[in-house]
Structures are given as C-alpha cells and as structure tokens.
C-alpha cells in the first residue's frame, strides 16, 4: 500500500485503540535518536489531523515534565524487571519503542506467550477491541502462505522481514488485505518483533491452513465485548 494509502487508513479511524498504539508508537521510533528517520510519518500525521488546536493551560510547562518524568520511571521499571526475569525476552521487550513496551509488560501480568509457528510467538495485546498482538519470529522462521478475511497492519519493530512481495525494516508498516497471500519470514540478523493490528480471521493455505482449521489454532478472535 501507498503511504497515501496508509495515511487514508488511520485517518478513518481516529477511535481505534490498536491504530493509536501503532502511531504511538512509530512517532517514538521517530523521536529515537538511533533510528534513521524518514520524512513521513504517516500513522501520527493522520491522527494529528483529526486533533483540534487547543490553547495552552497555564500548567501546560508542569504537565510536560511529569510526562518527561513518569517516561523516566517507565524506562527504569522496565530495566529493572528486565534485570530481575530470567526470560531473556523481558530484556528485549525492554528495548522496545515505549508505547509497546508498556502494552507488552501489561500484558505479562496476565497473559503468556503463545506458539504461532516454529520461530514464532505471538502476544496478544489488551488495547480496545480490535485484535492486537506482539510478535516475535527469530531469524529464517516465519508464518506460512496465508490471506485475511479482512486487514491486517503489521509495523516493524525490530528486525527485518520479506513477505514474498517486499522486504520491510524498522519503522515501515504493511496493510494486507483480502486477496493479499504473502508469507512474512524473518531475514537474518535481529529477532523480528512486530506490532500486529487484525481486523477477521487469518486463513492459511496448504497442509498448516488444514490443520489450523482442524485444532482452531492459530486464529484471530472476534472483538471482544466490553463489560
């Protein structure tokens, strides 16, 4: 898809939580000094747009540095709980873009990571109703040929993958839609994290798409009901 494409996607839905984790989380892909930036961002620039201006609060000096200062202590919490688990996948969750992080973390403390394929694991994410999920796919593994009943986003975290149409590294966010049968694998080097956003039911192909049907696994469940 077209950054336009792309930009044309957010902007339509200014309320998904899921989106607005994924732009959270490239503007700070973007705001990090080590990442090459780009001149585009068309994730943030789509939800900045729906924003109305507002004057600033007499506090506004005051809410920047507790914001500046609660980002502080979230970096040092996660260090520390990187420091103290012997999972040497906290560590690299701690390096991750801090919106993420966070979500990843929260999720931990309730949930597990779960078998998606060889080399792959998947973390389902608690943001708002749409199906959103972290994923980890080490170098050479990935997920077999599958289609969407649906849209998919998948943003690069870490890493890089080819899907059989195109490579995509740090920063760069593929739409897949109905019709769109790719097979994103991790390219050597870097574990591939990725921030996965999916709206229906992903369908594989072959012997692993029979099986999927058969044992219901892997699947992406319906929205879930707010109580």
């Known amino acids: 898809m077209t950054d336009a494409s792309l930009a044309t996607y957010f902007a339509a839905r200014p309320e998904d939580a899921a989106l607005r984790l994924m732009a959270d989380t490239v503007a700070a892909m973007r705001a990090d000094p080590g990442f090459v930036a780009r001149d585009d961002d068309v994730a943030g620039a789509a939800f ?3 924003e109305a201006p507002a004057p600033l609060s007499a506090d506004a000096l005051d809410q920047v540095l507790a914001r ?3 980002a502080g202590a979230q970096d040092e919490r996660a260090q520390a709980r990187a420091a103290e688990s012997d999972d040497p996948r906290i560590a690299e969750i701690a390096r991750l873009p ?3 992080r ?3 973390l929260k999720a931990l403390e309730h949930d597990r990571w779960r078998f998606g394929a060889f080399g792959l694991r998947r973390l389902p994410l608690d943001i708002g109703e749409t199906h959103c999920e972290l994923m980890r796919i ?3 593994y990935g997920a077999s040929d599958h289609d969407h009943v649906g849209d998919e986003l998948t943003l690069i975290l870490t890493g890089a993958y080819n899907d059989g149409h195109a490579d995509y590294g740090p920063g760069e966010i593929c739409l897949a839609r109905d019709g769109f049968i790719h097979a994103p694998k991790a390219l050597p080097g870097e574990i591939c994290y ?3 956003v999916t709206y229906g039911v992903t369908k594989f192909k ?3 798409g029979v099986l999927q049907r058969l044992i219901g ?3 992406t469940p319906k929205p879930r009901r707010r109580r």
């Open 194 to 196: 990725i921030l996965s």
């Open 48 to 50: 900045l747009e729906r």
């Open 102 to 104: 966070e979500a990843a």
């Open 68 to 70: 500046i200062e609660l």
């Open 138 to 140: 080490e170098p050479g």
């Open 217 to 219: 696994f892997p699947w």
């Open 206 to 208: 072959g012997t692993i």
């Open 98 to 100: 801090s919106p993420v």
